[in-house]
C-alpha cells in the first residue's frame, strides 16, 4: 500500500510539473483531437516529426514559437506559429509537416528572430534554419556546403568542422546581416553547430 501510495504521489508531481510547463504539440486530427503527430516538445528541442505528413493542428502553451517545415531536417518550405492552430488547413499546412522545432519567442516568432546557413554566399541558395539553443552534431545533407551565415543581433552561432561539435571551430556574433564564410576560410566545411542566445 505504502508503494501504492508513493507511486501515486510521484505521478501527481510529474503531470503537475509538466501540465504547467511550457511546451507544443502536433495533433493528427483538427481541434487538438486524434492521436499525437509527434512527442511534445519543449523549448530548445527539433526533430522530425513521428507520423510524416499527418499533422492537423498545434497546440502551443506558453511563450513559444514552433518552427514548421515541409520536409526532413527542415528543408523546403517553412512557416512560424506563436499561437495554437486549431486548423492547419486555413493556413496552407495541414498534412504537410515532416520536422519541426520550438523555441522561446523572446525574440521574435519569424524568419528574421532565427540563424539560417546558406548554400551560397550573400545568402544565396538553400538554406537550414539554425534555431536558438538548439544544437544541430550532423547536418546530413548541408553537410561541407554552407557558404554564408544570417544571425541575429544578440546571438551567437559556433560552426564546427566535423559531426558531434568536432574539428576545427569558429564563434560568430549576430551583426543582424549576412556573412560569408569564403573569407573567414569556412566555405564549405561547416558540419555541426550550436547556437545561443
Known sequence: MKL?????????????????AEYATLYVDS???????????VAGYGRT?????????VEIV???CVLLARDHTYKGAWTFLSNSAPDLRPLGWNDVVSSWAVFDDTWGCNDASIAKLYYDANGGGGKVPVIPNVPNNDLNYFNDKASSVYIPVGMSVTLFEHGGFSGSSITLQGTGSIINLGPLGWNDKVTSFTSNR
Open 49 to 57: 516529426v513521428d507520423q510524416n505528413d499527418s499533422a492537423s493542428s
Open 4 to 20: 501504492l501510495k508513493t507511486s501515486l504521489v510521484s505521478i501527481a508531481l510529474l503531470t503537475s510539473s509538466y501540465a504547467s
Open 62 to 64: 506558453g511563450n513559444l
Open 31 to 41: 481541434h487538438y483531437k486524434g492521436g499525437l503527430v509527434a512527442t511534445p516538445l
